[in-house]
């Protein structure tokens, strides 16, 4: 059977977003699409988004709808979204969940589901200042995702590093930022008669089996 799915996945930064749409892909074989990835690759590369980009990352601030919104219609322009497709890390703010209503307009597509991954802030900080990410995607903890060996990823053996904004100066302010700009994207989706929540204070297999039980996947 195939199942299509084109789902959004909402929660505070370092909520688990990222591994439960890693593990999500896999599941459906759908692509993961992180808005966050795609900007730190251009960063990286030093496109011009990137350079665009770059001070609000540093500073834990959202990166400007219009640019957002750009990335967005191109990546959702490519041909390997026909079973669906998860995003990660987008929509952040009530204009950009606006723009994609109006991009899936235009593609004849609609948004079936959106998962609210909920945690406890007191538990993001520790979570965040933790995570040990790789260029490949893969994320890992100090303490609770360790990887087999220390300072390498499992996946690609490429060498782990900590993301200038998971120091913790810059987390206080992502989370401000959450707390601003994305939370009102709950009600909306709620409204919508979209949303899924699932309590994300648990080990991630078992948050992934409530995913696949809310949606029924
Ligand atoms: P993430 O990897 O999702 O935590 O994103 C890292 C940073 O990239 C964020 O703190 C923002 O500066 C920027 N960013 C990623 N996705 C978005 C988005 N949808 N809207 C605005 N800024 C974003």
Redesign the pocket.
């Given at each position: 059977m195939v199942i299509q799915m084109r789902m959004i996945l909402l929660g505070k930064?370092g909520g688990g977003?990222?591994t439960q749409a890693t593990l999500l892909k896999e599941h459906l074989d759908v692509p993961q699409i992180?808005?966050?990835?795609i900007?730190?690759e251009a960063v990286k590369n030093g496109t011009p988004l990137g350079k665009e980009?770059k001070n609000?990352?540093d500073a834990?601030?959202?990166?400007?709808?219009d640019l957002?919104r750009g990335l967005v219609e191109e990546r959702l322009s490519q041909d390997d979204i026909g079973k669906g497709f998860i995003f990660?890390?987008?929509?952040?703010?009530l204009a950009?969940a606006e723009g994609l209503k109006k991009i899936a307009d235009k593609l004849g597509i609609s948004i079936d589901k959106a998962v609210y991954i909920d945690v406890p802030t007191d538990k993001i900080v520790k979570r965040l200042s933790g995570r040990r990410s790789c260029a490949c995607g893969a994320v890992y903890h100090i303490e609770s995702k360790r990887p087999k060996i220390e300072g390498v990823c499992d996946a690609c053996s490429g060498k782990l590093y900590q993301?200038d904004?998971d120091k913790e100066d810059v987390i206080k302010q992502?989370i401000e930022?959450y707390e601003a700009q994305t939370m009102p994207l709950i009600d909306y989706y709620r409204k919508e008669g979209k949303l899924v929540t699932i309590d994300g204070d648990q080990d991630i297999d078992e948050v992934f089996n409530d995913i696949k039980r809310g949606l029924g996947i």
């Open positions: 930064p977003k990222g992180s808005t966050g990835d900007l730190r980009a609000y990352m834990g601030k959202l990166v400007p709808d957002i990660d890390g987008f929509p952040r703010t950009q993301r904004d992502r930022q």
